[in-house]
Protein backbone atom coordinates (compact mmCIF):
# COMPACT_ATOMS: atom_id res chain seq x y z
CA UNK A 1 0.00 0.00 0.00
CA UNK A 2 1.59 3.29 -0.97
CA UNK A 3 0.27 6.87 0.70
CA UNK A 4 -2.62 7.96 0.05
CA UNK A 5 -3.06 11.14 -2.56
CA UNK A 6 -6.22 12.05 -0.96
CA UNK A 7 -9.20 10.70 1.20
CA UNK A 8 -10.89 8.45 -0.14
CA UNK A 9 -8.10 7.38 -2.56
CA UNK A 10 -5.71 4.17 -2.19
CA UNK A 11 -2.61 3.66 -4.11
CA UNK A 12 -1.04 -0.18 -4.24
CA UNK A 13 2.17 -1.61 -6.14
CA UNK A 14 0.95 -5.15 -6.82
CA UNK A 15 1.95 -8.50 -7.55
CA UNK A 16 -0.84 -11.61 -9.20
CA UNK A 17 -0.21 -14.19 -10.29
CA UNK A 18 3.70 -13.30 -11.48
CA UNK A 19 2.26 -10.23 -13.28
CA UNK A 20 3.10 -6.68 -11.71
CA UNK A 21 1.09 -3.74 -12.34
CA UNK A 22 -0.68 -0.48 -10.14
CA UNK A 23 -3.92 -0.17 -8.77
CA UNK A 24 -6.10 3.19 -7.59
CA UNK A 25 -9.66 2.81 -6.20
CA UNK A 26 -11.30 6.08 -5.94
CA UNK A 27 -14.37 6.62 -3.62
CA UNK A 28 -17.00 8.23 -5.80
CA UNK A 29 -19.33 8.96 -3.17
CA UNK A 30 -16.53 10.64 -1.51
CA UNK A 31 -17.47 14.34 -1.31
CA UNK A 32 -14.25 15.97 -2.30
CA UNK A 33 -13.26 13.70 -5.43
CA UNK A 34 -14.28 14.04 -8.95
CA UNK A 35 -13.46 12.86 -12.17
CA UNK A 36 -12.36 14.85 -15.20
CA UNK A 37 -11.38 13.60 -19.01
CA UNK A 38 -9.53 15.36 -21.03
CA UNK A 39 -11.53 18.33 -23.58
CA UNK A 40 -11.33 18.16 -27.43
CA UNK A 41 -8.75 20.98 -26.96
CA UNK A 42 -6.53 19.51 -24.74
CA UNK A 43 -5.65 16.75 -27.33
CA UNK A 44 -2.20 14.85 -28.16
CA UNK A 45 -0.85 16.22 -24.66
CA UNK A 46 1.55 13.64 -22.58
CA UNK A 47 0.40 13.20 -18.94
CA UNK A 48 2.81 15.26 -17.46
CA UNK A 49 1.78 18.40 -19.65
CA UNK A 50 -1.74 17.49 -18.70
CA UNK A 51 -1.82 17.59 -15.19
CA UNK A 52 -0.03 21.04 -14.98
CA UNK A 53 -3.20 22.48 -16.10
CA UNK A 54 -5.68 20.28 -14.08
CA UNK A 55 -6.17 21.49 -10.13
CA UNK A 56 -5.97 18.86 -7.65
CA UNK A 57 -5.44 15.70 -10.10
CA UNK A 58 -4.33 13.20 -7.74
CA UNK A 59 -4.44 9.92 -9.81
CA UNK A 60 -4.02 10.12 -14.01
CA UNK A 61 -4.53 7.06 -16.45
CA UNK A 62 -5.29 7.01 -20.09
CA UNK A 63 -9.29 7.26 -21.29
CA UNK A 64 -9.13 6.22 -24.89
CA UNK A 65 -7.76 4.49 -27.35
CA UNK A 66 -7.04 6.62 -30.55
CA UNK A 67 -6.91 7.60 -33.94
CA UNK A 68 -3.14 8.82 -35.04
CA UNK A 69 -2.52 11.34 -35.46
CA UNK A 70 -5.39 12.97 -35.44
CA UNK A 71 -5.78 12.05 -31.57
CA UNK A 72 -9.02 11.24 -32.07
CA UNK A 73 -10.32 8.70 -29.10
CA UNK A 74 -12.39 5.39 -30.45
CA UNK A 75 -15.78 5.28 -28.88
CA UNK A 76 -17.79 8.12 -27.61
CA UNK A 77 -16.14 10.40 -25.53
CA UNK A 78 -16.89 13.67 -23.15
CA UNK A 79 -14.47 16.10 -21.40
CA UNK A 80 -15.45 18.29 -18.86
CA UNK A 81 -18.93 18.63 -20.36
CA UNK A 82 -17.35 18.99 -23.57
CA UNK A 83 -18.60 16.26 -26.44
CA UNK A 84 -15.69 15.14 -28.41
CA UNK A 85 -17.39 15.67 -32.13
CA UNK A 86 -15.24 13.39 -33.90
CA UNK A 87 -16.48 10.16 -31.60
CA UNK A 88 -19.55 8.17 -31.14
CA UNK A 89 -20.73 5.15 -29.72
CA UNK A 90 -20.92 2.36 -32.50
CA UNK A 91 -22.09 -0.69 -30.54
CA UNK A 92 -19.11 -1.94 -29.77
CA UNK A 93 -16.80 -0.61 -27.35
CA UNK A 94 -18.58 -0.27 -24.08
CA UNK A 95 -18.51 2.95 -22.19
CA UNK A 96 -18.24 4.34 -18.56
CA UNK A 97 -20.48 7.89 -17.90
CA UNK A 98 -19.76 10.22 -15.48
CA UNK A 99 -22.40 13.07 -14.53
CA UNK A 100 -21.42 16.59 -13.18
CA UNK A 101 -21.28 14.76 -9.19
CA UNK A 102 -19.29 11.84 -10.09
CA UNK A 103 -22.12 9.08 -10.52
CA UNK A 104 -21.23 6.86 -12.76
CA UNK A 105 -22.87 4.75 -15.03
CA UNK A 106 -21.57 1.40 -17.18
CA UNK A 107 -23.38 0.81 -20.71
CA UNK A 108 -22.91 -2.08 -22.63
CA UNK A 109 -21.12 -2.47 -26.08
CA UNK A 110 -24.53 -3.84 -27.43
CA UNK A 111 -26.42 -0.14 -26.66
CA UNK A 112 -26.03 2.35 -29.49
CA UNK A 113 -25.44 5.25 -26.81
CA UNK A 114 -25.55 8.67 -28.12
CA UNK A 115 -24.22 12.17 -25.89
CA UNK A 116 -26.82 13.36 -23.79
CA UNK A 117 -26.84 16.57 -21.56
CA UNK A 118 -25.87 14.71 -18.47
CA UNK A 119 -22.89 13.40 -19.49
CA UNK A 120 -19.73 15.53 -18.10
CA UNK A 121 -17.59 13.22 -18.72
CA UNK A 122 -17.37 9.51 -20.72
CA UNK A 123 -15.04 7.31 -21.73
CA UNK A 124 -14.83 4.30 -24.09
CA UNK A 125 -12.93 1.05 -24.60
CA UNK A 126 -12.73 -2.34 -25.34
CA UNK A 127 -14.94 -4.45 -22.64
CA UNK A 128 -12.67 -6.90 -20.43
CA UNK A 129 -14.29 -7.49 -17.24
CA UNK A 130 -18.41 -7.41 -17.48
CA UNK A 131 -20.42 -9.05 -14.25
CA UNK A 132 -17.64 -9.68 -12.11
CA UNK A 133 -16.29 -12.17 -15.04
CA UNK A 134 -12.87 -11.44 -17.74
CA UNK A 135 -13.45 -11.98 -21.44
CA UNK A 136 -12.37 -15.34 -22.39
CA UNK A 137 -12.82 -15.25 -25.96
CA UNK A 138 -9.52 -13.09 -27.96
CA UNK A 139 -8.68 -12.34 -31.40
CA UNK A 140 -5.39 -10.06 -32.88
CA UNK A 141 -3.83 -8.24 -30.34
CA UNK A 142 -6.04 -8.39 -27.27
CA UNK A 143 -4.59 -11.66 -27.26
CA UNK A 144 -0.92 -10.11 -27.22
CA UNK A 145 1.05 -9.81 -23.68
CA UNK A 146 1.22 -5.84 -24.04
CA UNK A 147 1.31 -2.67 -21.47
CA UNK A 148 -2.11 -1.95 -21.10
CA UNK A 149 -4.88 0.15 -18.84
CA UNK A 150 -8.00 -0.67 -17.70
CA UNK A 151 -10.65 1.57 -15.59
CA UNK A 152 -13.58 0.15 -14.26
CA UNK A 153 -16.74 -0.11 -11.46
CA UNK A 154 -17.41 -1.67 -8.81
CA UNK A 155 -20.46 -3.35 -8.62
CA UNK A 156 -22.78 -0.49 -7.21
CA UNK A 157 -20.40 2.09 -8.92
CA UNK A 158 -19.30 3.52 -5.52
CA UNK A 159 -15.84 2.93 -6.20
CA UNK A 160 -13.69 3.76 -9.37
CA UNK A 161 -10.78 1.34 -10.63
CA UNK A 162 -7.59 1.65 -12.45
CA UNK A 163 -5.27 -0.46 -13.48
CA UNK A 164 -2.04 -0.19 -14.92
CA UNK A 165 0.58 -3.10 -16.05
CA UNK A 166 3.94 -2.85 -15.19
CA UNK A 167 4.82 -6.17 -17.30
CA UNK A 168 2.86 -7.49 -20.72
CA UNK A 169 -0.76 -8.63 -20.11
CA UNK A 170 -3.47 -9.88 -22.39
CA UNK A 171 -6.80 -8.41 -22.60
CA UNK A 172 -7.91 -11.39 -20.99
CA UNK A 173 -5.25 -10.78 -18.16
CA UNK A 174 -6.40 -7.08 -17.27
CA UNK A 175 -9.98 -8.08 -17.02
CA UNK A 176 -8.64 -10.40 -14.19
CA UNK A 177 -6.23 -7.71 -12.34
CA UNK A 178 -9.51 -5.03 -12.05
CA UNK A 179 -11.73 -7.55 -10.74
CA UNK A 180 -9.47 -8.16 -8.24
CA UNK A 181 -8.59 -4.90 -7.48
CA UNK A 182 -12.69 -4.45 -7.24
CA UNK A 183 -14.10 -3.32 -10.02
CA UNK A 184 -17.30 -5.27 -11.67
CA UNK A 185 -16.95 -3.72 -15.55
CA UNK A 186 -14.17 -2.54 -16.71
CA UNK A 187 -12.29 -1.29 -20.08
CA UNK A 188 -9.25 -1.20 -21.78
CA UNK A 189 -8.18 2.54 -22.57
CA UNK A 190 -4.86 2.09 -23.51
CA UNK A 191 -1.67 0.07 -23.98
CA UNK A 192 1.58 0.09 -25.59
CA UNK A 193 4.03 2.89 -24.90
CA UNK A 194 0.94 5.33 -23.78
CA UNK A 195 0.03 3.07 -20.89
CA UNK A 196 1.22 4.93 -18.01
CA UNK A 197 -0.16 6.23 -14.81
CA UNK A 198 0.29 9.11 -13.00
CA UNK A 199 0.29 9.94 -9.09
CA UNK A 200 0.47 13.39 -7.66
CA UNK A 201 4.02 14.67 -9.43
CA UNK A 202 4.89 11.71 -9.88
CA UNK A 203 5.13 9.24 -12.83
CA UNK A 204 3.90 5.59 -11.13
CA UNK A 205 4.40 3.78 -14.37
CA UNK A 206 6.69 5.41 -17.13
CA UNK A 207 6.08 4.50 -21.02
CA UNK A 208 7.20 1.29 -21.88
CA UNK A 209 10.25 3.30 -23.51
CA UNK A 210 10.73 5.27 -20.95
CA UNK A 211 9.94 8.48 -23.04
CA UNK A 212 6.48 10.94 -22.58
CA UNK A 213 4.13 9.68 -24.89
CA UNK A 214 1.40 12.25 -25.73
CA UNK A 215 -2.24 10.69 -25.93
CA UNK A 216 -5.71 11.65 -26.79
CA UNK A 217 -7.77 11.92 -23.58
CA UNK A 218 -6.64 11.56 -20.26
CA UNK A 219 -8.84 10.76 -17.12
CA UNK A 220 -7.85 12.05 -13.65
CA UNK A 221 -9.53 11.75 -10.51
CA UNK A 222 -9.27 14.96 -8.78
CA UNK A 223 -9.61 16.43 -5.47
CA UNK A 224 -11.90 19.22 -5.65
CA UNK A 225 -11.22 20.64 -2.27
CA UNK A 226 -7.49 21.61 -3.45
CA UNK A 227 -8.61 22.23 -7.00
CA UNK A 228 -10.01 24.82 -9.40
CA UNK A 229 -11.94 27.27 -8.25
CA UNK A 230 -15.55 28.70 -9.65
CA UNK A 231 -18.23 31.54 -8.55
CA UNK A 232 -21.49 30.99 -6.60
CA UNK A 233 -24.07 33.44 -6.20
CA UNK A 234 -27.32 33.97 -5.41
CA UNK A 235 -29.87 36.42 -3.56
CA UNK A 236 -31.56 35.92 -0.01
CA UNK A 237 -35.23 36.19 -0.61
CA UNK A 238 -38.97 36.20 1.54
CA UNK A 239 -40.36 33.13 0.18
CA UNK A 240 -43.57 34.43 0.68
CA UNK A 241 -42.98 37.97 -0.95
CA UNK A 242 -39.78 37.39 -2.62
CA UNK A 243 -38.63 40.44 -1.21
CA UNK A 244 -35.02 40.90 -0.13
CA UNK A 245 -34.75 39.92 3.00
CA UNK A 246 -32.68 42.91 5.14
CA UNK A 247 -30.13 41.89 7.38
CA UNK A 248 -29.53 38.13 5.86
CA UNK A 249 -25.85 36.19 6.15
CA UNK A 250 -25.34 33.74 3.99
CA UNK A 251 -22.96 30.43 4.94
CA UNK A 252 -21.50 27.76 2.08
CA UNK A 253 -20.45 24.77 3.95
CA UNK A 254 -19.03 21.39 2.89
CA UNK A 255 -21.34 18.20 2.77
CA UNK A 256 -19.30 17.53 5.79
CA UNK A 257 -19.87 20.61 7.78
CA UNK A 258 -16.63 22.73 6.91
CA UNK A 259 -17.57 26.47 6.31
CA UNK A 260 -15.53 27.66 3.61
CA UNK A 261 -17.24 30.94 2.24
CA UNK A 262 -19.86 33.18 4.79
CA UNK A 263 -20.73 36.49 4.92
CA UNK A 264 -23.55 39.19 4.40
CA UNK A 265 -25.69 40.00 1.44
CA UNK A 266 -25.90 43.24 -0.03
CA UNK A 267 -28.44 45.45 1.63
CA UNK A 268 -30.50 46.29 -1.51
CA UNK A 269 -31.50 43.12 -3.67
CA UNK A 270 -29.67 40.44 -0.80
CA UNK A 271 -26.88 39.56 -2.92
CA UNK A 272 -24.17 37.04 -1.98
CA UNK A 273 -21.24 35.81 -3.80
CA UNK A 274 -18.09 33.66 -3.23
CA UNK A 275 -15.35 31.90 -5.01
CA UNK A 276 -14.89 28.53 -4.15
CA UNK A 277 -13.23 25.21 -4.92
CA UNK A 278 -15.63 23.25 -7.34
CA UNK A 279 -17.31 20.62 -5.35
CA UNK A 280 -21.00 20.05 -3.70
CA UNK A 281 -22.25 22.53 -0.68
CA UNK A 282 -24.68 22.95 1.28
CA UNK A 283 -25.24 27.10 0.92
CA UNK A 284 -27.46 28.38 4.08
CA UNK A 285 -29.73 31.56 4.11
CA UNK A 286 -30.17 33.33 7.64
CA UNK A 287 -31.90 36.14 9.38
CA UNK A 288 -33.36 37.51 12.27
CA UNK A 289 -37.26 36.61 12.31
CA UNK A 290 -36.84 33.90 9.15
CA UNK A 291 -35.99 29.53 9.55
CA UNK A 292 -32.62 29.58 7.94
CA UNK A 293 -33.02 28.53 4.83
CA UNK A 294 -31.29 25.24 2.89
CA UNK A 295 -30.14 24.36 -0.52
CA UNK A 296 -27.91 22.31 -2.23
CA UNK A 297 -25.51 23.42 -5.09
CA UNK A 298 -22.85 22.10 -6.91
CA UNK A 299 -19.66 24.02 -8.38
CA UNK A 300 -18.65 24.74 -11.79
CA UNK A 301 -15.33 25.45 -13.27
CA UNK A 302 -16.73 27.68 -16.06
CA UNK A 303 -19.45 30.55 -15.68
CA UNK A 304 -21.04 31.10 -12.35
CA UNK A 305 -23.88 28.80 -9.98
CA UNK A 306 -26.27 30.21 -8.96
CA UNK A 307 -27.80 29.05 -5.84
CA UNK A 308 -30.34 31.32 -4.43
CA UNK A 309 -32.07 31.18 -1.23
CA UNK A 310 -35.79 31.32 0.25
CA UNK A 311 -36.05 31.53 4.05
CA UNK A 312 -39.29 31.42 5.59
CA UNK A 313 -40.51 33.54 8.59
CA UNK A 314 -40.06 31.60 12.19
CA UNK A 315 -37.42 30.20 14.30
CA UNK A 316 -34.84 27.13 13.70
CA UNK A 317 -33.70 25.91 10.52
CA UNK A 318 -34.53 23.42 7.66
CA UNK A 319 -31.77 21.06 6.54
CA UNK A 320 -31.24 19.82 3.45
CA UNK A 321 -29.30 16.35 1.71
CA UNK A 322 -27.96 15.91 -1.78
CA UNK A 323 -30.30 13.35 -4.24
CA UNK A 324 -29.68 10.19 -4.50
CA UNK A 325 -26.39 9.20 -6.28
CA UNK A 326 -28.48 7.56 -9.10
CA UNK A 327 -28.12 8.26 -12.88
CA UNK A 328 -31.64 7.88 -14.53
CA UNK A 329 -30.62 7.12 -18.04
CA UNK A 330 -31.62 5.49 -20.90
CA UNK A 331 -32.72 2.76 -22.29
CA UNK A 332 -30.86 2.82 -25.26
CA UNK A 333 -31.90 1.24 -28.61
CA UNK A 334 -29.33 -1.89 -29.39
CA UNK A 335 -26.96 -1.77 -32.10
CA UNK A 336 -27.72 -4.67 -34.95
CA UNK A 337 -27.03 -7.99 -34.34
CA UNK A 338 -24.05 -9.89 -36.10
CA UNK A 339 -22.33 -7.04 -38.13
CA UNK A 340 -23.68 -3.26 -39.12
CA UNK A 341 -21.35 -0.90 -37.94
CA UNK A 342 -17.91 -2.21 -37.94
CA UNK A 343 -15.12 -1.61 -35.22
CA UNK A 344 -12.80 0.66 -36.69
CA UNK A 345 -9.70 -1.52 -36.76
CA UNK A 346 -6.23 -1.47 -36.98
CA UNK A 347 -5.81 0.71 -39.93
CA UNK A 348 -8.62 3.33 -38.80
CA UNK A 349 -8.01 7.08 -38.84
CA UNK A 350 -5.16 8.40 -40.93
CA UNK A 351 -2.02 6.90 -42.39
CA UNK A 352 -0.24 5.83 -39.38
CA UNK A 353 -3.63 4.03 -38.11
CA UNK A 354 -4.84 3.49 -34.61
CA UNK A 355 -2.69 3.68 -31.38
CA UNK A 356 -2.75 0.89 -28.84
CA UNK A 357 -4.01 -2.68 -29.04
CA UNK A 358 -6.84 -2.90 -26.71
CA UNK A 359 -9.47 -3.96 -29.38
CA UNK A 360 -10.19 -6.97 -31.42
CA UNK A 361 -11.84 -7.04 -34.99
CA UNK A 362 -14.48 -9.67 -34.36
CA UNK A 363 -17.98 -8.71 -34.78
CA UNK A 364 -20.14 -7.64 -31.58
CA UNK A 365 -22.59 -10.40 -30.37
CA UNK A 366 -26.40 -10.42 -30.74
CA UNK A 367 -27.41 -10.95 -27.26
CA UNK A 368 -29.38 -8.24 -25.82
CA UNK A 369 -28.34 -6.88 -23.12
CA UNK A 370 -30.49 -4.24 -20.72
CA UNK A 371 -29.47 -0.96 -19.04
CA UNK A 372 -27.16 -1.59 -16.86
CA UNK A 373 -27.94 1.08 -14.32
CA UNK A 374 -25.76 1.39 -10.87
CA UNK A 375 -26.17 3.34 -7.77
CA UNK A 376 -23.93 4.78 -5.68
CA UNK A 377 -24.94 4.73 -1.99
CA UNK A 378 -24.12 8.15 -0.14
CA UNK A 379 -22.48 7.50 2.92
CA UNK A 380 -18.78 8.05 2.23
CA UNK A 381 -16.53 5.13 3.14
CA UNK A 382 -12.86 4.84 2.69
CA UNK A 383 -12.03 2.04 -0.09
CA UNK A 384 -9.58 -0.55 1.15
CA UNK A 385 -6.59 -1.66 -0.74
CA UNK A 386 -6.73 -3.77 -3.66
CA UNK A 387 -4.02 -6.15 -3.54
Not at 158 to 187: P, Q, W, Y
Not at 191 to 211: E, N, P, Y
Not at 306 to 331: A, H, N, Y
Not at 349 to 366: I, Q
Request: net charge negative; glycine share 14%; with cysteine.
Amino acid sequence: MQPSPAVGVTVSSCTRDGLRYWAVQADLGAGDLGIRVARPSERGLDAATWAAGIAGAVAIAPGAEFDFPAYRPIGLTVGSGEVWSDTRDDGVLGLIGFDNRGVAVFAAPEQLVPAESWMHDVVSGRVVLRDGVPTSDCVDRGCERRARTGLGLSADARSLAMVVSMDGVTNTELGTLLAASGAHHGLCTGDGATSTLRIGDTMAVQSSDGMARPTAAHLAVVERAGGVLGDIRGVIRDFETNAPVAGATFSIESLSGEVVASGSVRTADAFWQANVPVRLYRVRGAAPGYRTACKICQGEPVGEVWCSVFPQRGEGRVDCEPEPRVLEVGPWPLAPDGGGIADAGPDAGGPAGRSGGCAVAEGRTGAAAGLLLVLVVWASRRSEGPC
